[in-house]
């Protein structure tokens, strides 16, 4: 007797690179089609045919449908120049195959066009999302009963609320203290050391630096201590949201007489570009912004953290936010968000200064399912190596992973490591209660393990967007039962991606692309893989570059059918100097050439389950790197054109 | 010979009700579905499968097969419980029917999965998403080469962007004028009176009143004036979105000694309640939005306005932005756009103030095709009457849409009146320079008519949005392929919905609701119909309140097997005085309570085409007559019970 495994599953998962399980799609697609069909055909039958077979004789609905035919071969050509996603040979940009379960899911669902910004126009798919939030949440280790989440459009959306909710949670003491003074009344809150300490007479530091549990506690209480109404209109009266930035900078000075720096956001050298435009558009400024470098892992550097945290306290700078990464954009690093975790309480202990800790898991948090036994059970390290039969994660790996639960807000992209459709993003915070503070008209805040209300299930009211396809969390939803959130499911997925890009990065190792060789970042923490190529006669960073965008032109689609796809980034000093020093002394090249210039490094992303390879499958490990030093071979014999601009994509 | 009528390509451009084009559209998908399979099976046959029939024989294949199936039931199931939004007896939200046009296009580019992030991961559908905007941009009447737009997730993110980009451009002069000091040149800069002046030379409120394009002009200028390292770092060191709101206030103080009043945001009592949400999220502040009240065709009041304008320029206050809306969400009024464009222009004469102007033509947008021509030209209100055949549009209505060419941002949504499935919105801007304000590292500025270059195509960098889905672009090029955007196509569409609006407003009048009797807004301008149902018995406020609630509630999906649905609203005093003072009287009640509780209003939004009704179709007009007759009478028989708080949803 053989027992199921989930590699077996795992065939069954995806429509495969040659359409392999083409005839069980069609048949899904047929079903939910015909199922739609006929749930229109029951519906108040006695109505009538509003399209008669006679319509169909007019010569106007007959153009109409030659043009829809022959518009569509049209599209449908077009397509045929778009990027194979679903090959093995695409290890490009975070984007791959979908699961059958989450495309038809879509597709089911597109059919009924349901809008999940309230129950009303969406009474089944709301509730999809509202569950497959609890999951992800349960996935990270959230309790269930105090974690909020929604799906939105994506990662940038998810990171923007992250931020805004963020910066309502840690000016919220302002206005309180303010409100308490103007309704006349104490108001307890909890200090940084555990004190209990009336909020009114507080200094702005130590407003700005109340933990987000007190603060939220404080709120609830100051509800709780005068009439509703009132309350309301004292906090309307002086939060950053109603009153605007203008005004609330000029009533800071007022009110405290003290000037403080402008708050700042803590992110990683290695956080995604969008967190730019955030800081941008929330008004917090790009300059406020302040890039935490990363260590020799691409993995935020916990000591710089400490030193940044350290002049922040000394200049009195408040911080409004770190945020850790989880699956970096470039390298799939995966930050060590314990040791963030623990700055952050070093940091309440001896410097009197907090933060909202955001992880932005937007590619790895799906990671998570790797540490999770059906049951939920959390796995070891250990546990984990032996399921997956090879030599991952290490013990601290997890620990990073565990540390998710610690933080105040996570976002994690289903389109990503989840493989469905665009767009769905998801936005999970570790306390509902803050979900308030960027929400319209709230009745009140809403107690903590409330079940879902009515006003639970108008979802535009506490999140950015309004509209959104309840389609996407039906995609997610059958995803996710399908294929569950543990190391059956989507953990057995990403360990096998994982072990492709160990394998593809050990085989880039030593010979393999000779006469040229390959330099690797370490091996990676999840599967995406960086490596620059070089040659003996290239000698100086300009050349190296080139040779390197050289590589990347003839593997990426503008290439005329390039044989694989690839991707490359170009990083930058100083940020990455823990990373890149490490290599350059070994290419021997000049450091000044890299401060000014950067390095233009390859990159692949594994999201392909079966790269790893295995009997009677496609060895593209081999393929890709035999394309690389071909690639290679033909862009230093064309000669090689340096290039000092490259912007960082997708 | 009979020549074919957009009325008989109607027919097919719908599944229709009971599904009357299943065969065509199951062949449609099919099509797609089977082009996208070979297409898998044709790249790279050499590879051979992956999958393998073996493979299918396991037990974990079986298993998640079985898995995939049930679970499929269970989602199929489950959406039988959603609203039939396909149905002639929905009238509710801003949600119907999709074109086959629009659902066969999403699904097809979803099997590739395109991210129309950056064109290299999606080729063919950024190409389709510019071509959109472009064919939407010149339907408004922008010129193509100067203009420029996008998809998003719809329309709060299109809205949230034109604020963003507003703001951008309004306080682009602040910062023009302390680099030009820095960097010690002269920078010219043509005054709201038309005249050069040097933009170092301006007071405070005089650089918050440049006109958008002046200001354009003389960033273009000033990158011409000095190497561009230098422009940039000395426009970095003064920009609100590099140094943030905090640094800013206080700069705009040291710089200038002059703390005005910080900018506000005019929206007419109408807009959407997101933009609340927007000005609180960009750090505007919700209580810097000021709402100009309506007339009694729910229009905003250009007196009114005026006032406003007047107030503002009195107290220096400068103005960020006036939102104008095209179809609000409640009444689907036309805001006369072409008198707020004669106030702009005049406010720049006699009071020395402009603003950004945006018109969220979320839902109205698409109307503008009912104006155009096959080949563009703009028609006459008479040639439109014509064309249709009812008393439809007013001269004044053309008018008010050809305005939309001088708003400085339009956004429109694609999934309302452009009938395509979630997410569909987009944002439009007049002059494409504009972008910069918002974009990341922009590359200079990109210079009014230039084509699409790769930058342009890197459509992330300009946007807040990152990974989106290419789907969406096809869905909605397929869509505006079959069906044009003109009076054959989207043109004709829109105008049955309003005939069939029109007729269902008469249908209220006089005694087809007795013993009750319905008291309608004025006939729409568009196709949203607004109304209360009243009865003898019922003499103040509480009870008629309640007895449009208890109606409300026995035709909404919340209630048992409802026959028809609508929705409802709760206008408030003062802003919709204008619209409700003459309702009040014609009623006998009391106007203090109006001004406490506000009026709960009935609303039908008719998007189905159909609705009209014809010859052997079904007479949905009578049918939801007789629905709210027979609900009317329940809700008074079982007792009304008074509610005062009522959301404004969706």
């Not at 200049?315 to 952050?344: F, K, N, W, Y």
Request: glycine share 8%; net charge negative.
């Amino acid at each position: 007797m053989t027992a199921a495994t989930p590699d077996e599953a795992l065939r069954a998962w995806f429509l495969g690179p040659r359409a392999e399980n083409a005839e069980l799609f069609e048949r899904l697609i047929l079903e939910s089609l015909r199922d739609h069909i006929f749930w229109r055909r029951n519906h108040h039958p006695e109505d009538g045919f509003t399209i008669h077979e006679a319509d169909r004789r007019r010569a106007g609905y007959d153009d109409a449908i030659a043009r829809l035919t022959e518009e569509l071969q049209g599209l449908l050509a077009a397509l045929k120049r778009d990027v194979p996603f679903f090959s093995g040979r695409y290890q490009g940009h975070m984007v791959g195959e979908q699961t059958i379960a989450a495309q038809i899911g879509y597709f089911a669902a597109m059919l009924y066009n349901p809008n999940n910004v309230t129950e009303e126009v969406s009474p089944v798919t709301t509730r999809l999302e509202l569950e497959v939030a609890t999951q992800l949440a349960a996935m990270i280790g959230y309790a269930p009963e105090r974690a909020w989440g929604h799906l939105c459009s994506g990662g940038t959306i998810a990171n923007f609320e992250a931020l805004w909710i963020a910066r309502g949670v840690r000016y919220l003491p302002v206005a309180l203290a303010l409100a308490a003074r103007d309704l006349g009344v104490p108001l307890a809150v909890r200090s940084l050391d555990g004190r209990p300490i009336d909020i009114r007479s507080q200094s702005l530091w130590a407003l700005l630096n109340l933990e987000p549990d007190a603060t939220l506690d404080a709120y609830h209480l100051l509800h709780e201590s005068a009439p509703g109404g009132d309350v309301v209109a004292a906090l309307d009266a002086h939060s950053l949201s109603t009153i605007g930035y203008q005004d609330y900078t000029r009533r800071l000075v007022a009110a405290f007489g003290d000037p403080l720096p402008a708050g700042v956001v803590l992110v990683p050298a290695t956080a995604h570009y969008s967190w730019e435009k955030i800081v941008r558009a929330l008004g917090i400024g790009a300059q406020r912004m302040i890039t935490v470098p990363v260590d020799g892992s691409c993995r935020i550097d916990p000591d710089a953290l400490w030193q940044e945290l350290t002049r922040c306290a000394t200049q009195h700078t408040p911080v409004l936010a770190v945020v850790s990464v989880c699956g970096t954009t470039e390298e799939g690093a995966i930050d060590r968000l314990d040791l963030v975790v623990a700055a952050r309480d070093r940091a309440a202990r001896e410097l009197g200064l907090t933060f909202h800790l955001h992880s932005d898991a937007c590619y790895g948090g799906y990671a998570a399912a790797v540490t999770r036994a059906p049951a939920g059970r959390r796995l070891s390290a250990e546990e984990i190596r032996g399921a997956h039969g090879f030599d991952w994660p290490a013990p601290e790996w997890v620990t990073a992973i565990e540390a998710l639960a610690q933080a105040d807000s996570v976002t994690i992209d289903p389109h990503k490591l989840g493989y469905v459709p665009y767009p769905a993003g998801a936005l999970l915070i570790r306390d509902r209660r803050a979900r308030a503070l960027v929400s319209l008209d709230p009745p009140y805040l809403t107690p903590p393990g409330a079940g879902p209300s009515q006003d639970e299930r108008f979802i535009g009211r506490w999140i950015l967007e309004g509209s959104k396809p309840g389609a996407a969390a039906a995609s997610v939803w059958l995803t996710h039962r399908v294929i569950p959130l543990d190391e059956r499911g989507y953990g057995h997925i990403i360990a096998r991606t994982v072990r492709g890009a160990h394998r593809f990065h050990a085989a880039l190792e030593g010979n393999a692309l000779a006469p040229f060789s390959a330099l690797r970042f370490p091996r990676p923490d999840l599967n995406i893989v960086n490596w620059i190529v070089t040659h003996p006669s290239v000698t100086d960073l300009d050349s190296l570059n080139a040779l390197n965008e050289g590589i990347y032109a003839r593997l990426s689609p503008a290439a005329d059918d390039p044989a694989y796809f690839i991707t490359r980034t170009r990083i930058r000093s100083p940020a990455y100097d823990g990373a890149v020093l490490p290599l350059l002394a070994k290419l021997g090249v000049n450091e000044a050439m890299w401060r000014r210039d950067g390095l233009v490094v390859l990159r692949a992303v594994v999201m392909d389950p079966f790269f790893d390879g295995g009997p009677r499958m496609p060895d593209h490990v081999a393929g890709l790197v035999t394309a690389l030093q071909a690639a290679a071979t033909e862009a230093l014999a064309t000669g090689l054109q340096p290039s000092r601009a490259t912007t960082r994509l997708v």
